[in-house]
């Protein structure tokens, strides 16, 4: 079973105005078998997906399907064909209970579907795949990590033989992540076929049989992963050699000279909600001070708080011992806080807006005259730190949601840095990256962090968090449940306290 071919596409051609998404690929992935998907940002995996589970039709090039040609003209088409796709970011109705989400937009479904029928399938399903969730909870009630089990099971549901999963672990703990794997691996052990599409190259030498690598919309190879390294698999991504060596720190970092404390604040979130639970932190000058934790426990809402994004209600935060002003970015900037949120196109730039212009929103001020902005300064400046950041752009005119990813945010880091500021904070600065981009954003931390910034960096990814970090704290539920130095780090601790277990 392992050997009969699962997916075949051949000179598969996706163009969009100015890219060529897909140049001609060829890809060959068997039933029974955990295939990787690599490459960097704009490499065209995302493309490929599409395609395969029919969001997409092909310009030039074939589909075949266990040996048969096929035609995919709706998503709907590519289920009935047995392929099904776990996206990154979930698609479950909140309010609906598991059964009712897992049998959303079924042909035959209806209110009077039977319910008890429904939740022994999803029973069983659950039982032995090792997605251990209740079928009558309600999404709401559950865990990402569960949220994560009910889009499997939608599509196993759905009687899929190939499953797509887009950067599965992103939001999971170290602990749930190998679960996943547990379940992935008795997946292909009855003749499915898993298609894992990640930036984690440990992650996908742990799991997958082989590893396809794109470059510039090309297959640059396919390889055993047994056979390869990840420092193979880097080099082929990138098109060069990659160093993993930890980044030296040049300076030591100096964790009683306070440069931002943080006291006994609280906030809600967006809807209302109690999101931060009385957190009190420091950050000395050039430390590195890792958040770790699980997405949606209050980290976004911590970022945006301390950079005066969003109100608190009740605490104080303070930098070299002068108070910010609650929920005024502007009090934050002038007090030389540097933000890089989470969501770099919509909170950190003004994405239809040119490089020049994103470069010069904090200090537009300075460069203009009678309310009149001056653009020569703003190109000259533009012109600089396109140069000093190696941002790859046609020009400083260009929009900056034209950019990749990697350079989408060597902008927002431009930007930031350029600002001189006391205190940066990097909410999952190299989320969603390709390898040679996230050695760039680390080595421009460290470097500020040299500088004699205090650095408080935010990630889900703990390898990052424990690479980089001087202390590591750990939150849930919005609250800081441990501390620990990062030398020396239990990684076991860390992941059960980030699940929100006690050790």
Known sequence: MGLETAIKMNGIVKKFPGVVANDHVNLEINFGEVHALLGENGAGKSTLSNILTGLYRPDDGSVEIAGTKVEFNSPRDA??????????????????TVAENVVLGESDSSIFMDQKAVAARVKELSDRYGLAVDPSARIWQLSVGEQQRVEILKVLYRGARVLILDEPTAVLTPIETTELFKTLRAMVAEG????????KLDEVMAVSDRVTVLRGGRNVGTVNTRESSTRDLASLMVGRSVEFNLVQRAVPAEARS?????????AHDDRGRVALQSISLTVGRGEIVGIAGVAGNGQRELAEVISGMRPMTSGTISVQGENVQSGKARSAIAKGIAHVPEDRLHTGLASSHSVEDNLALKNYRTMSRFRILKRQ???AQSTDLIERYDIKTPGSHTPVRLLSGGNV??????REFSALPKVLIAASPT???DVGAIEIVRERLVQAADSGVGVLLISEDLDEIMSLADRILVMYEGRIVDEVPADGADRARIGLTMGGIKV
Request: aromatic share 6%; charged share 15%.
């Open 409 to 414: 945010q060597k902008v927002l880091l431009a």
């Open 192 to 199: 499915r076929t898993v298609i894992f599409i990640s930036h």
């Open 377 to 379: 300064s703003i190109r």
């Open 79 to 96: 289920l009935n064909a047995g392929i099904g796709m776990v996206h990154q970011h979930f698609r479950l109705v909140s309010t609906f």
């Open 258 to 266: 306070v440069v931002l404390n943080v006291s006994d604040i609280s």
């Open 431 to 433: 989320r969603g990256l």
